[in-house]
C-alpha cells in the first residue's frame, strides 16, 4: 500500500470538496463527529456503539437488494399497471400513503420505502406526477403507519420491550395517536392533490416496453423477503454478508450502482448524534412529568432523531408510552426527526426536496402534537 505523501492528499483534497459539495448532510454530520471527537474525546468502545453497525449492514443488504429489483424492470412494469389502473392524481396519492401506512406496520418505515419510493419514481416516468410531493407523503405515512406496531421502526422495538406489554397491549396504547396520525395525514392528501385525471406519456411507453430481466428480478425479490426475516431476527451481518455475495457473483454491475454515500451519511449522523446525546443536558428536565416529557421527546427528536432521543430519555422516563407516542409524533417536522425522512428525500433525489418537505411537515407537526396530547390526555 502507497505510503500517504502530501502530494496524494492534494490530489484527494479536490475530489473529496467535489464529494462534499454534492453531499452536504455527509459533510454536516461529519464534521459534527469530528468536532465533538476533538472536543469531548471518548473511549473507542463508544464510538462503535454509536456507529450501529447492525443498522448499517441491514441498510447496506436493503440498498443493494432494492437497486436489484429497480434494475430489473419490474417496478416499471409495476408503474405503468398502477397508472393505467388509477383514476385520478388523489386516487393515486391516497393509494401509495395508505399502501406506505400499512407497508410500515408490517415490514418497518424504511423497508417500505424501499420498495414504495422507487415504484412512485417510476410512476413519474409513466405519467405527469407531482413525484416529489408524493415522496414526501409518503415519508409521513410510514412515519404515521409504523407508529401502531411494535416492530415498525426502532423506537418502538425498543420501548415495546421495556414495556412488558404484549403485541396488542402495545398496538392498544398507541392506537389514538396512529388515529389522529392517519386522519390527519389522509385530510391533507385530500387537500394537497386534485382529482384530475392521469394521462400515459407518450415517450414513456416505449421505455416501459424494455424486456425486464427475469433472474435479476426474481433472485433479488426473493433476497428481499429473506433479508426482511434476517433483520427481523437480528441477523444483519448474515444478511448483508448473503446479498454483498449473491450480486459479487451474480449482479456486479449493480453494485456500482448502489446509493454507499447514504451509508457514508447516516455512519456520520450515528457517530454524531449518538455522541452529542452523551452530552446534551437532560438530568433534572422533570420527566416524570407528563406534559414536560411529552414536549421534551418532540424537541429532542428534531434536534438528534427521534431514535437517539428515545435511548436519551427512556430511563428518566416513567411513562413509557407517553414516550413512545411522543418520539413518534417528533417524527414529523424536521427532516431529521426520523431517519425515514432522509431516507426517502434520498430514494427520490430531486433538488429542493429538503425545503419542500419542510414546508409540509413542519406545519403537519405543529398541529399534529397539540392534538394527539389532547386526544391522549382524553382517553386517559
Request: net charge positive; hydrophobic share 60%; proline share 5%.
Amino acid at each position: 500500500m502507497p505510503a500517504l505523501t502530501p502530494e496524494i492528499v492534494r490530489g484527494l483534497l479536490p475530489r473529496l470538496r467535489g464529494i462534499l459539495r454534492r453531499e452536504r448532510l455527509l459533510g454536516v454530520f461529519g464534521l459534527l463527529a469530528l468536532f465533538l471527537a476533538l472536543a469531548d474525546p471518548r473511549p473507542w468502545a463508544l464510538y462503535r456503539n454509536w456507529l450501529d453497525l447492525p443498522t448499517l449492514l441491514g441498510l447496506a443488504a436493503l440498498l443493494v437488494t432494492v437497486e436489484g429489483i429497480r434494475a430489473s424492470g419490474y417496478v416499471q412494469r409495476a408503474a405503468r399497471y398502477t397508472a393505467l389502473r388509477t383514476r385520478s392524481l388523489r386516487g393515486l396519492a391516497l393509494l401509495l400513503v395508505l399502501a406506505s401506512a400499512l407497508l410500515a406496520m408490517l415490514l418497518t418505515n424504511d423497508v417500505s420505502l424501499f420498495l414504495v419510493v422507487p415504484l412512485t419514481v417510476a410512476l413519474g416516468r409513466e405519467a405527469r406526477l407531482p413525484v416529489q410531493r408524493l415522496v414526501i407523503f409518503e415519508a409521513l405515512a410510514v412515519n404515521a403507519g409504523s407508529t401502531l406496531s411494535p416492530i415498525g421502526n426502532p423506537q418502538n422495538l425498543l420501548l415495546w420491550q421495556r414495556s412488558g406489554l404484549s403485541m396488542p397491549g402495545f398496538m392498544l396504547h398507541l392506537l389514538p395517536t396512529f388515529a389522529v396520525m392517519l386522519a390527519l395525514l389522509l385530510a391533507l392528501v385530500w387537500f394537497m392533490f386534485d382529482a384530475r385525471t392521469l394521462t400515459l406519456q407518450t415517450s414513456a411507453r416505449t421505455a416501459a416496453e424494455a424486456l425486464p430481466r427475469p433472474a435479476l428480478g426474481v433472485t433479488a425479490g426473493l433476497l428481499l423477503l429473506v433479508v426482511v426475516g434476517l433483520l427481523q431476527g437480528h441477523h444483519a451481518q448474515g444478511a448483508a454478508a448473503l446479498v454483498l455475495a449473491v450480486f459479487a457473483v451474480m449482479f456486479r454491475e449493480v453494485l456500482q450502482r448502489v446509493d454507499w454515500m447514504l451509508l457514508a451519511t447516516f455512519a456520520a449522523m450515528f457517530v454524531g448524534l449518538g455522541h452529542l446525546a452523551q452530552i446534551l443536558p437532560v438530568q433534572g428536565l422533570g420527566l416524570q412529568q407528563p406534559g414536560v416529557l411529552y414536549i421534551a421527546a418532540i424537541a429532542l427528536s428534531q434536534v438528534i432523531s427521534n431514535v437517539p432521543a428515545t435511548v436519551l430519555l427512556e430511563h428518566g422516563a416513567h411513562d413509557v408510552m407517553l414516550l413512545a407516542a411522543a418520539v413518534n409524533v417528533g417524527g414529523f417536522g424536521l427532516g431529521i426527526g426520523s431517519l425515514a425522512n432522509l431516507i426517502a428525500l434520498r430514494l427520490e433525489g430531486s433538488p429542493g426536496s429538503l425545503a419542500r418537505f419542510h414546508r409540509i411537515s413542519v406545519p403537519f407537526l405543529l398541529v399534529c402534537a397539540p392534538l394527539v396530547w389532547l386526544v391522549l390526555r382524553w382517553v386517559a
